[in-house]
């Protein structure tokens, strides 16, 4: 049985964690998003910086932290492959790195691009900004203008490695929730 992997992406305070936990509560694998407990540790080793929207400003090492996000979320990826099951939900997918990498125009490596090549996903679903659902907290250090820069860039990268992301709805999570599992015939 081959699994399929679906993203469910979008800049900050997009709703994505609600929609994730949506799909888990009917009974799909989701993967969670590992960034929010990386930078969590990372401002536990603050170098004294004020804080600022971007986290890898109190990171002793930006490219080590983008480096094991990377390889964490292909952790994710490749452990999907070992399940066996039809569907799992990724939140955040391999080249959500690459695209807050060029939005904070952080240079990387060519094994970044690679790595974002080779492991593919079946369906990309991107949140759009919402306002009036934005909230700022100790991990979501982005203002609400800097999740629509955000989100512009994770739509150029998810279009250039060759998807085609699909946009939910701006409704509830219930309805949400719905938009994808008819997107994908589920």
Known sequence: ???????????????????????ESKG???FHEIIRDMTAEARKEDNGLEQVSNPLVFVKDPYAFNHSLLHGRLEHFEKSQEFKRDI?????????VLAYMD???????????????????????????????????????????????????????????????ITVPKTTVKQRVSFVLEQLNL
């Open 103 to 165: 939005f904070f125009d952080q240079e990387y490596a060519q094994d970044f691009v690679s790595i974002s090549q080779e492991n593919r996903y079946d369906a990309i679903f991107i949140l759009p900004p919402w306002k009036e659902i934005y909230t700022s907290d100790n991990e979501r250090l982005e203002t609400f203008i800097e999740s629509e820069k955000i989100h512009d860039h994770l739509f150029e990268t998810y279009q250039r490695f060759g998807y085609e992301p």
């Open 88 to 96: 799992c939900f990724f939140d955040r997918g391999i080249p959500d």
């Open 28 to 30: 799909f694998y989701c």
């Open 1 to 23: 049985m081959s699994t399929s992997r679906i993203v469910i992406t979008g800049a900050p305070g997009t709703g994505k964690t609600s929609v994730i936990e949506g799909l």
